[in-house]
C-alpha cells in the first residue's frame, strides 16, 4: 500500500520547566499529521441542491462530500479554518462557519470556494438559511459578545447582539419567519425576526440545549443538561420529553417518516422520537455528533470520533463509511524500520507515518479494536487486539497474522521481554499473558494481578505493569514468579515506562485522591508526585524522552516530570495525546486520539556537538570536522570569527549526522576560529568548543607571500600550518622563513 501525504500545522509552543527551583524557557516543536484528505474529524453535515450530502472536516480544513451510494471527496481551501456548521444556501451553494477562520464560507457543487469576513464575524458556530433569503449564523467568541449574525448571498454581513443571548449553539428557521437558536450558556431559547428583535424564553425543563429543528408547526430541541428532547411552541410554551434511551443528545432534525432523530453523545446512538413524544433508540452506531435527512429517505450524521460517516434507514438499519488512515489511535511505538507505529481502533487496523509524516495503513480482518503495539525482537510490531481477544503481528511490509490470546482474553497492554517472547496484560481475566514468536501463549494469574492495564520490560530483567483495580504495581518473573507493590490507595494506575534513573515510573488516575507521577524502585520504594496541573486530565501513557526526563499525557496536554519529581507542562493545542513513546527521530511522538490525529513534539537538541577540529587544506580552505552526540537535531549550523571572541557569523549548515564541512574562498595566511552547533524546529544546542586554523601561504615560486624588499626566501618554498584550538600559540612556520605580509582581511 503506498503512503498517502497527509497535511502537517505546525506551531511552535513555549512552556516553563522548573529546574532546581529555577524557571527557565524551553522551546518546543508540535506538528500535527492529520490524514486526509477524505473524512477527518467531521462535525456539520446537511444535504445538498445536488442530491448528497455535504460535511465539515473540522481536523484537516476542509469541506466533504459523499454520495448516498458512498463516494467520497474534499475540498480544500486556505480559507476553510476549523469549519463547523453548513447549510444548503438559498443559492444551490453550501454555506459554513469557520470557526477558526472568524469568515463565513461557501461552496459550490463544483467545489469552488468563496470566503467572507468581517468585524461582525467571530467565532460563528451554526448556520441555516432564513425565510429571507440570506443565511444567519450564532456567533460565540470566547472573548467579546455572543451574537446572531446574517449575510446576504453577496456577502453583506449585520450582527444582532442582545443580553439574553449567552452561548448560541444551533439556529433554525422557525414556522412563523421567525430564526430560532438555542442558548447554551444560559438555558434558553431564543428567537429573533429578520429585522433583529430578540426574544428569549426560559423553563425549568431546557438545560444546556444543543440543537434546534422545526417540524410539525413548533421547534424541538435537545437538551443535553437533563437528557430529554425538548418541545417549544411559537408562543412559548415548553414540552420535555424523557426516556432511558436519551443520554446527552446532541443535533436534531426532522426525518422522511414525520418523526425527528437526534443523536446522543452519551450513550454513542441514534435516537428517534414522533411528533407524540413517543421514543426509540438504536445503539451500535457510534459517536454520532450532528445529523441530516439525506436524499434518500435515511438519516446521515457525522462520526468525528472516528472519521466516518454514518446512515441509519428509518427502520433502523445501519452503516457507516469509515476514512481509512488515522481513526481513533490508541498505542503508538517506534518501528525498527525507522518509522512510528500505531494502533487505530476506529477503523480496525494499524497504521505507520514515517518522520516525514507520510501516512499508511493496514486493514485485516483479524484485527479488532487493537490498543497497545510494540516492536518485537523479530523485526515485525507487535499488537493486542481487544475487539477480537487475540494478539496480532504485522511486518514492516504490512503483513499480518494473529494468535488467540487464550479463552476469555481481552489483552490490553504489550510490551517486548527480556527473554525474547511478548508479554501482555489481560485486564479482563486478571492475567498476564507471555506469547512466543512462533505464538505459544502461556497465562499467569495471581491473586495480586487486578485489571492489569499497561507493562513494561524493568531494568532488573522482569515485567513490571499496573494494577488498574489493585492500586499497585506488579512484577512478574520470566519464569511467572509474581509479586506486586503498593501505590498511592486512591489512584488507579495506568501507563508504566522504565525511566533513565532505573526506577519504574508510572501514571496514576486519581480517585479519592489527586492524578499523580509514581516512582518505584525495583525493590518496590514508591514515590509520589502532584501538582496541580495534573489535575485537569487523566495522566494516561508515560515515556523517557530525549531529555532525560519523563514525558507523559493526560488527554489534553504533554507533562514533563524531572527524575527530581518537578513537574511542568505544556499545552497540546488541540491534539489531545493520549499514547505517547519516543520516535526514532529523537522526537516525542503521540496519538490524539479523540481527534484523531499523530503528533510529534520535537525538542532543542539535547546535547552539543564535541571535538571541534580545525585544519587548513590550501591557501584557501579549511576543513571542520567534530563529533556528533546529538540524537535530534535536524542539522548543524557553523559560525566563524575572527578574534575566536566576538562577531561571530554563521558561515553555513549541513543536514543532519553529517560532522564535516569546508570554508572555502578564505585569504592565504588568515587566522579563523570556529564553533559548532545543533539545531532543530524547536531550537538551538549550545556550542561546540572553539577551533582555529590558519590558511597556507603562497610558494615561493609563484612570487607571493614575501615581504616587499626582502632577500630572504623561504628554504622550503611554502609555509606549514597546523591546527590548534581557541586560545592557542599561533601556527608554526617553515624553518628558516621568512614573516610573510599578511594579505588584508576580507571578510567572507
Same mark, same amino acid.
Given at each position: 500500500m503506498r503512503p498517502r501525504p497527509i497535511a502537517a500545522i505546525g506551531i511552535v509552543l513555549i512552556a516553563l520547566f522548573g529546574v532546581g527551583g529555577a524557571r527557565a524557557e524551553?522551546?518546543?516543536?508540535?506538528?500535527?499529521?492529520?490524514?486526509?484528505?477524505?473524512?477527518?474529524?467531521?462535525?456539520?453535515?446537511?444535504?445538498?441542491?445536488?442530491?448528497?450530502?455535504?460535511?465539515?472536516?473540522?481536523?484537516?480544513?476542509?469541506?466533504?462530500?459523499?454520495?448516498?451510494?458512498?463516494?467520497?471527496?474534499?475540498?480544500?481551501?486556505?480559507?476553510?479554518?476549523?469549519?463547523?456548521?453548513?447549510?444548503?444556501?438559498?443559492?444551490?451553494?453550501?454555506?459554513?462557519?469557520?470557526?477558526?477562520?472568524?469568515?463565513?464560507?461557501?461552496?459550490?457543487?463544483?467545489?469552488?470556494v468563496t470566503a467572507f469576513s468581517h468585524p461582525g464575524i467571530a467565532s460563528p458556530v451554526a448556520i441555516t438559511t432564513g425565510p429571507d433569503g440570506a443565511l444567519w449564523f450564532t456567533n460565540d467568541p470566547y472573548l467579546g459578545l455572543p451574537s446572531i449574525g446574517r449575510i446576504t448571498t453577496a456577502g453583506v454581513v449585520s450582527t444582532y447582539a442582545d443580553a439574553s443571548i449567552s452561548g448560541p449553539a444551533a439556529i433554525t428557521a422557525g414556522p412563523d419567519g421567525a430564526l430560532w437558536f438555542t442558548n447554551s450558556g444560559n438555558n434558553?431559547?431564543?428567537?429573533?425576526?429578520?429585522?433583529g428583535v430578540v426574544t428569549s424564553f426560559t423553563h425549568p425543563g431546557i438545560s444546556a440545549p444543543g440543537g434546534i429543528t422545526a417540524e410539525s408547526g413548533a421547534l424541538w430541541f435537545t437538551n443535553s443538561g437533563n437528557?430529554?428532547?425538548?418541545?417549544?411552541?411559537?408562543?412559548?410554551?415548553?414540552?420535555?420529553?424523557?426516556?432511558?434511551?436519551?443520554?446527552?443528545?446532541?443535533?436534531?432534525?426532522?426525518?422522511?417518516?414525520?418523526?425527528?432523530?437526534?443523536? +446522543?453523545? #452519551?450513550?454513542? @446512538? $441514534? *435516537? !428517534?422520537? =414522533?411528533?407524540? &413524544?413517543? %421514543? /426509540?433508540?438504536?445503539?451500535?452506531?457510534?459517536?454520532?455528533?450532528?445529523?441530516?435527512?439525506?436524499s434518500d429517505s435515511a438519516l446521515w450524521f457525522t462520526m468525528s470520533e472516528v472519521n466516518a460517516i454514518g446512515r441509519i434507514t428509518t427502520s433502523g438499519v445501519i452503516s457507516k463509511l469509515?476514512?481509512?488512515?488515522?481513526?481513533?489511535?490508541?498505542?503508538?511505538?517506534?518501528g525498527p524500520d525507522g518509522a512510528v507505529w500505531f494502533a487505530n481502533s476506529g477503523n480496525d487496523s494499524i497504521g505507520r507515518v514515517n518522520t516525514g509524516g507520510a501516512v499508511s495503513n493496514y486493514v485485516d480482518a483479524t484485527i479488532g479494536s487493537p490498543h497497545g503495539i510494540t516492536a518485537g525482537p523479530d523485526g515485525a510490531l507487535w499488537f493486542t +487486539?481487544? #475487539?477480537?481477544? @487475540? $494478539? *496480532? !503481528?504485522? =511486518?514492516?511490509? &504490512?503483513? %499480518? /497474522?494473529?494468535?488467540?490470546?487464550?479463552?476469555?482474553?481481552?489483552?490490553?497492554?504489550?510490551?517486548?521481554?527480556?527473554?525474547?517472547?511478548?508479554?501482555?496484560?489481560?485486564?479482563?481475566?486478571?492475567?498476564?499473558?507471555?506469547?512466543?514468536?512462533?505464538?505459544v501463549v502461556s497465562t499467569f494469574t495471581d491473586s495480586s494481578i487486578k485489571y492489569p492495564r499497561e507493562i513494561t520490560t524493568g531494568p532488573d530483567g522482569a515485567l513490571w505493569f499496573t494494577n488498574g483495580a489493585g492500586h499497585s504495581v506488579g512484577r512478574i518473573t520470566t519464569n511467572g514468579t509474581v509479586s506486586a507493590f503498593p501505590a498511592d490507595p486512591g489512584a488507579s494506575p495506568?501507563?508504566?515506562?522504565?525511566?533513565?534513573?532505573?526506577?519504574?515510573?508510572?501514571?496514576?488516575?486519581?480517585?479519592?485522591?489527586?492524578?499523580?507521577?509514581?516512582?518505584?524502585?525495583?525493590?518496590?520504594?514508591?514515590?509520589?508526585?502532584?501538582?496541580?496541573?495534573?489535575?485537569?486530565?487523566?495522566?494516561?501513557?508515560i515515556a523517557t524522552g530525549p531529555d532525560g526526563a519523563l514525558w507523559l499525557t493526560d488527554g489534553w496536554v504533554l507533562f514533563r516530570v524531572t527524575t527530581g519529581g518537578a513537574i511542568d507542562y505544556f499545552d497540546a493545542g488541540s491534539c489531545r495525546p493520549y499514547g505517547i513513546t519516543l520516535g526514532p527521530d529523537g522526537a516525542l511522538w503521540f496519538t490524539g486520539r479523540r481527534m484523531n490525529v499523530i503528533g510529534k513534539a520535537v525538542l532543542p537538541p539535547t546535547a552539543a556537538p564535541t571535538a571541534l577540529t580545525a585544519t587548513a587544506l590550501s591557501r584557501s580552505q579549511i576543513r571542520l570536522v567534530w563529533t556528533d552526540t546529538v540524537?535530534?537535531?535536524?542539522?548543524?549550523?557553523?559560525?566563524?570569527?575572527?578574534?575566536?571572541?566576538?562577531?561571530?557569523?554563521?558561515?553555513?549548515?549541513?543536514?543532519?549526522n553529517v560532522t564535516s564541512f569546508t570554508h572555502a574562498r578564505q585569504p592565504a595566511l588568515t587566522t579563523s576560529y570556529y564553533r559548532v552547533r545543533a539545531t532543530n524546529a524547536a531550537g538551538n544546542s549550545s556550542y561546540s568548543n572553539a577551533a582555529s586554523a590558519t590558511t597556507l601561504g603562497w610558494l615561493a615560486s609563484e612570487g607571493q607571500g614575501l615581504n616587499p624588499g626582502s632577500a630572504v626566501r623561504p628554504t622550503s618554498g611554502k609555509l606549514a600550518a597546523t591546527t590548534t584550538a581557541a586560545g592557542a600559540a599561533a601556527p608554526a612556520r617553515s624553518s628558516g622563513s621568512s614573516r610573510a605580509a599578511r594579505p588584508s582581511r576580507t571578510r567572507r
Open positions: 524551553l522551546t518546543v516543536s508540535l506538528t500535527s499529521f492529520v490524514d486526509g484528505p477524505g473524512i477527518v474529524s467531521p462535525y456539520g453535515i446537511a444535504a445538498g441542491a445536488d442530491g448528497a450530502l455535504w460535511f465539515t472536516n473540522r481536523n484537516n480544513n476542509s469541506i466533504g462530500r459523499i454520495t448516498t451510494g458512498g463516494a467520497v471527496s474534499a475540498y480544500s481551501d486556505a480559507t476553510i479554518s476549523f469549519p463547523n456548521g453548513i447549510t444548503a444556501g438559498p443559492d444551490g451553494a453550501q454555506w459554513f462557519t469557520n470557526y477558526r477562520g472568524n469568515s463565513i464560507g461557501r461552496i459550490t457543487t463544483a467545489g469552488v434558553s431559547i431564543g428567537r429573533i425576526t429578520v429585522a437528557n430529554s428532547i425538548g418541545r417549544i411552541t411559537t408562543a412559548g410554551a415548553v414540552t420535555t420529553f424523557s426516556h432511558a434511551s436519551i443520554a446527552s443528545p446532541v443535533a436534531i432534525t426532522p426525518g422522511p417518516d414525520g418523526a425527528l432523530w437526534f443523536s +446522543n453523545w #452519551g450513550n454513542y @446512538s $441514534i *435516537g !428517534r422520537i =414522533t411528533t407524540a &413524544g413517543v %421514543v /426509540s433508540g438504536y445503539s451500535g452506531t457510534g459517536l454520532g455528533v450532528q445529523i441530516a435527512a439525506g469509515v476514512n481509512p488512515g488515522i481513526s481513533l489511535p490508541d498505542g503508538i511505538a517506534a +487486539n481487544p #475487539g477480537k481477544g @487475540s $494478539i *496480532g !503481528r504485522i =511486518t514492516t511490509g &504490512g503483513a %499480518v /497474522s494473529s494468535f488467540p490470546a487464550g479463552a476469555g482474553s481481552s489483552p490490553w497492554g504489550i510490551t517486548a521481554g527480556p527473554d525474547g517472547a511478548l508479554w501482555f496484560t489481560r485486564p479482563g481475566s486478571n492475567a498476564i499473558g507471555r506469547i512466543t514468536l512462533a505464538g495506568e501507563g508504566i515506562t522504565t525511566g533513565p534513573d532505573g526506577a519504574l515510573w508510572f501514571t496514576n488516575v486519581g480517585n479519592t485522591s489527586a492524578n499523580s507521577v509514581g516512582r518505584m524502585t525495583t525493590a518496590g520504594v514508591v514515590t509520589i508526585y502532584t501538582d496541580i496541573s495534573l489535575s485537569v486530565g487523566s495522566p494516561h501513557s540524537a535530534n537535531e535536524s542539522g548543524f549550523r557553523i559560525e566563524r570569527s575572527w578574534n575566536g571572541s566576538s562577531e561571530w557569523r554563521q558561515i553555513g549548515t549541513v543536514a543532519a
